[in-house]
């Protein structure tokens, strides 16, 4: 049996190119179940009622893989949970069909692709870790030697903040207006007679 889903993400949208496509696959319209709701959101009763429908020996179909999946990672467990159901999956854009070697095979590369991009963004964020541990004793060495010996309140956001408070050289804050440093503030501005 196949069964599709479609999704659309605001009342706005229409779900009858998608249903058209779908029926257009072989998938008869009382088991085409829709959804209108953006992918983030997880409550989708239209899609869980899908896969609740489904059977082994049965072909899920969605018009567009970003249909179904509200990240990869959703994606991948979804499609992992329908191969473990003896379950088909098929995407009929991308032309991705997990019954057929080729489709499997694509789909396994997306699974790899998804795993090397965790890993990457774990890689970056240790580094990014060790660059700020370092910044922050390298910065906060010099004001350790002004008197203050608990360095914990020392931020990121206190470093910058700091940096901005730090009043400028007279010729750095003259410059941009093409006044001089020596220009004084008129007595009705608060400044010198």
Same mark, same amino acid.
């Given at each position: 049996? %196949?069964?599709?889903?479609?999704?659309?993400?605001?009342?706005?949208?229409?779900?009858?190119?998608?249903?058209?496509?779908?029926? /257009?696959?072989?998938? &008869? @319209? +009382?088991?085409?179940?829709?959804? /209108?709701?953006?992918?983030?959101?997880?409550? #989708?009763?239209?899609? !869980?009622?899908? =896969?609740?429908?489904? #059977?082994?020996?049965?072909?899920?179909?969605?018009?567009?893989?970003?249909?179904?999946? #509200?990240?990869? +990672?959703?994606?991948?467990?979804?499609?992992? $949970?329908? /191969?473990?159901? $003896?379950?088909?999956? +098929?995407?009929?854009?991308?032309?991705?069909?997990?019954?057929?070697?080729?489709?499997?095979?694509?789909? !396994?590369?997306?699974?790899?692709?998804?795993?090397?991009?965790?890993? =990457?963004?774990?890689?970056?964020?240790? &580094?990014? %870790?060790?660059? !700020?541990?370092? %910044?922050?004793?390298? =910065? @906060?060495?010099?004001?350790?030697?002004?008197?203050?010996?608990?360095?914990?309140?020392?931020?990121?956001? &206190?470093?910058?903040?700091?940096?901005?408070?730090?009043? =400028?050289?007279?010729?750095?804050?003259?410059?941009?207006?093409? &006044?001089? $440093?020596?220009? #004084?503030?008129?007595?009705?501005?608060?400044?010198?007679?």
């Amino acid at each position: 049996m %196949l069964i599709g889903y479609a999704r659309v993400s605001t009342n706005e949208q229409h779900l009858d190119l998608q249903r058209d496509a779908l029926i /257009k696959a072989g998938v &008869a @319209a +009382k088991d085409i179940y829709t959804d /209108k709701v953006t992918g983030v959101t997880s409550e #989708r009763p239209g899609l !869980q009622a899908a =896969l609740s429908h489904l #059977r082994e020996g049965d072909t899920f179909i969605v018009w567009r893989l970003d249909r179904l999946g #509200r990240s990869l +990672k959703h994606l991948l467990e979804t499609v992992t $949970s329908l /191969k473990e159901h $003896s379950v088909a999956f +098929k995407s009929l854009t991308e032309n991705i069909d997990t019954s057929t070697a080729t489709g499997n095979l694509v789909f !396994q590369i997306f699974g790899a692709l998804a795993e090397f991009e965790r890993n =990457l963004i774990t890689e970056r964020t240790i &580094a990014g %870790l060790a660059l !700020q541990r370092h %910044l922050i004793h390298s =910065l @906060a060495t010099p004001v350790l030697e002004v008197g203050v010996t608990d360095p914990s309140w020392l931020t990121s956001d &206190a470093l910058r903040a700091s940096r901005a408070l730090r009043p =400028l050289p007279p010729r750095r804050m003259a410059a941009p207006f093409g &006044a001089s $440093s020596e220009a #004084r503030v008129p007595d009705s501005c608060g400044g010198e007679s």
